[in-house]
Structure formats: C-alpha cells, structure tokens
Nanobody, 127 residues
Framework: QVQLVESGGGLVQAGGSLRLSCAAS????????LGWFRQAPGKEREFVAA????????YYANSVKGRFTISRDNGKNTMYLQMSSLKPEDTAIYYC????????????????????WGQGTQVTVSS
C-alpha cells in the first residue's frame, strides 16, 4: 500500500512559480513510477508529468514542457513538480499518482496505469 500526500499549492500571479511536493509512505517508494495529473473545473483529469522509478526518465505533456520540471528524492520518499512561467490555464487541482514497478513509456500518461492517488492540492493562477 502506498499513501500519497500533496502540498505546495496556492494562489500565484501569471508568470510566477510554485513547487509542489508529494510525500509517500511505504518502503517501496524507490521502485515506483510516479506521475502528476491535474483537473480543472469542468474538465477531465489530464496528464502533466511522470518520472521513472530510477529518476533517469521523465515525461511531460506538451502544454507544460519547458515550464515544469518533475523530480524525485527517493531518500526522502518525495516527488516534486517545479512549475514556472505559470499561466491562468494551469489553474487546477494537482494530483500525484504512483504505480509499483516500471511502466512502458506509452503508458506513463494514462490514468488507469496508476494504482495510488493523492487527494490533490489546488493551484490557482491569476491573470
């Protein structure tokens, strides 16, 4: 069982930055594939970024590529999402997700891939 808790959300002006954290419980954190997803009001949940269990492979949605950076610290059982150049369209609830073991590249952005989900943290970007 893996429990995930997000933090770091808040209100920021367009062009600003935020860093989200996802703290995980469980001894298998270092062997889990991790991802960030987001859901805006009235929209479906969508993929943002993912990182392999070794941290040597990262994946991004086109809409955030070049602005967001995903990383992980297995020693602290924590994953991060550094968000820069934020836009009003980045406003959403951000969720972290985990899948034990490796994930084929083609499946890293798929919601059903992930077994465990956090409760989410709100990010609001004002114009």
């Amino acid at each position: 069982q893996v429990q995930l808790v997000e933090s770091g959300g808040g209100l920021v002006q367009a062009g600003g930055s935020l860093r989200l954290s996802c703290a995980a419980s469980g001894r298998t954190f270092s062997t889990t594939t991790l991802g960030w997803f987001r859901q805006a009001p009235g929209k479906e949940r969508e993929f943002v970024a993912a990182i392999s269990w070794r941290g040597n492979s990262t994946y991004y949605a086109n809409s955030v590529k070049g602005r967001f950076t995903i990383s992980r610290d297995n020693g602290k059982n924590t994953m991060y999402l550094q968000m820069s150049s934020l836009k009003p369209e980045d406003t959403a609830i951000y969720y972290c997700a985990a899948k034990r073991g490796g994930v084929p590249t083609s499946q890293t952005s798929a919601i059903p891939t992930y077994d465990y989900w956090g409760q989410g943290t709100q990010v609001t970007v004002s114009s």
